[in-house]
Each structure stands twice: as structure tokens, then as C-alpha cells.
């Protein structure tokens, strides 16, 4: 089970768990490009079976989660991945945060995270085995300002991630938050990879080819930052900096003003194109 799985990171585990054998359900909010990429998975690996689903998780509908229970009704969910997610248009102060998309990034990243493992979780207990991934970031590792409430919702899911391992292990279920820098998406406004930037095959790859190893990165528990030069900048940020230290979110801070000012000179300069 795969949410925001029609496009970057989501899709990219969509087909690398395909070529291992899994059946896959993908949610999420377009049915046509669901249905190209579970088209593609069919043809590509002989066997595997998919189910899509289309579902706007910042709408929160009650109808919407009823047909996902019923999607998923007699299914073996083994593995679920927490990878919908909603991050700010461009980086903007808090009290200048339009109200909507405050909401939408609340409301997919955290309501819609728990929502769907409330469902998929208690079938993993009674079966006594599974895995949940979820997608956490430095954003909520290291407090950054102009992406507050973004932030937020990841810290939130940080803590939870944890809380609901020690929760689940009993059961037989591994949780685990999966911590990563950028990665080229449409999300990151990143086309071009570099040493510290993978491209989601590559991120994906090392997200799945580190399952299961114990102490969670940097002693966080439920916790891993699979791709190497990530957990490097995470060991650094965490020995010789401080995720909380004011130097560090000053500059963070400083780096996302920057980004900010060229996003708001992009936009002018095609508002005057589309005059």
C-alpha cells in the first residue's frame, strides 16, 4: 500500500516493490496517472496485480476513507508507505501562511499519516507481521523557519513514528520513519541530482536496502536515514552543531529567505510574461 503513488518517490517505491514480487495498491489524488502507473507495473512485471484508488486527502472525506477500507478489504497489507505529503508553495513567514494551504499541509501530512495506518494497522496485528514506512525530512529534524508549519507537521510525525513503534513491536510490526535531505521531485523543485540530492530511484533503493537495522539514526528510535550522504549531514548537524542551536536555524532560516526571494522575483518576471 502506496499513498502519493503516482508520481516521484511514491511511484519510484511502486515499482521497486513490484519487481520484488508485491502486489500494490496505489492512492492517490489524480486516477489517470494511477492508472499509467499501474498500467506500466502490469506490463513491466508478469504477475503483479495492482489496485488504485483516486482520493484528494486534503478534501478529508468521510466517503473517500470508506472506499479505502473497502479497497483494501480481504488484503494482505504488508507493507504500507506513508509517502503523501504536502509542503509550502515557496518558503513563507508564518503569519503570512495563506489559511488554505495551512490547512491542506496539516491535514495530509498528519491527519491523513494517521488515518491510514489506523486502518491498515490492526490487520497487520491480528497477522502479527508488517511494515510501516513513513516519510519524515530534515524539516522536521532541524526547526526551519519559513517552512514552520511544514516543520511542524514533520516533527509531528517524528515523534508519533516513534511512539508507535514501541507500540506495534510487540505485535510484530516494524515502524519506521524514514529521515532524508532533498530528493528531485516535484515537491523538492529539484530536477538535477548531485552527491547530497539522489533521484528518487535511488533514494528508494537505499530506503529499502536498509530495512530492518537496529538503533534508529542517531540513537532516535524507529528511526533511519538510509541514504549515505544524508546520514552523513544528520551525524554532522547532530555531533557538531546541535539540531536546536540558534546559529543552525538562523541559517536555515537565512537559506530559505534567499530561496524566497528568488521565488518571488521568478513569479514577477512571469506575471509580466502573462500580461
Not at 201 to 218: E, M, N, W
Amino acid at each position: 500500500m502506496i499513498t502519493g503513488a503516482s508520481d516521484g518517490i511514491g511511484k519510484e517505491f511502486a515499482f521497486q516493490l513490484a519487481s520484488k514480487g508485491f502486489n500494490v495498491v496505489l492512492v492517490s489524488r489524480t486516477q489517470s496517472k494511477l492508472e499509467a502507473v499501474a498500467k506500466e507495473i502490469e506490463a513491466k512485471y508478469a504477475g503483479v496485480q495492482s489496485r488504485t484508488l483516486a482520493m484528494d486527502f486534503a478534501k478529508n472525506r468521510d466517503q473517500d476513507y470508506s472506499r479505502f477500507v473497502a479497497l483494501i478489504d480481504g488484503l494482505d497489507v504488508a507493507i504500507l508507505v506513508n509517502n503523501v505529503g504536502k509542503s509550502h508553495d515557496i518558503p513563507v513567514p508564518f503569519i503570512l501562511t495563506p489559511t488554505q494551504e495551512m490547512n491542506d499541509i496539516i491535514t495530509i501530512n498528519c491527519i491523513g499519516t494517521l488515518k491510514v495506518s489506523q486502518i491498515i494497522a490492526p490487520g497487520m496485528a491480528q497477522r502479527r507481521r508488517g511494515l510501516i514506512l513513513t516519510m519524515g525530512s530534515f524539516g522536521g529534524l532541524l526547526p526551519t523557519p519559513l517552512l514552520a508549519t511544514y516543520s511542524g507537521s514533520k516533527a509531528f510525525l517524528q515523534q508519533w513514528s516513534t511512539a508507535l513503534g514501541s507500540e506495534l513491536k510487540p505485535h510484530g510490526i516494524q515502524v519506521e520513519l524514514v529521515l532524508s535531505y532533498l530528493v528531485t521531485s516535484s515537491m523538492s523543485k529539484i530536477r538535477r541530482p548531485s552527491m547530497f540530492i539522489p533521484n528518487p530511484r535511488g533514494f528508494v533503493r537505499a530506503v529499502l536496502g536498509k530495512i530492518g537495522r537496529s538503533g534508529g539514526a542517531q540513537g532516535i528510535a524507529h528511526t533511519s536515514t538510509p541514504y549515505w550522504s544524508h546520514g552523513i549531514m544528520h551525524w554532522a548537524l547532530t555531533t557538531f552543531a546541535g539540531l536546536s542551536n540558534a546559529f543552525v536555524v538562523d541559517r536555515n532560516g537565512a537559506m530559505h529567505e534567499s530561496i524566497r526571494k528568488r521565488a518571488l522575483k521568478k513569479q514577477a518576471r512571469e506575471g509580466k510574461k502573462n500580461l
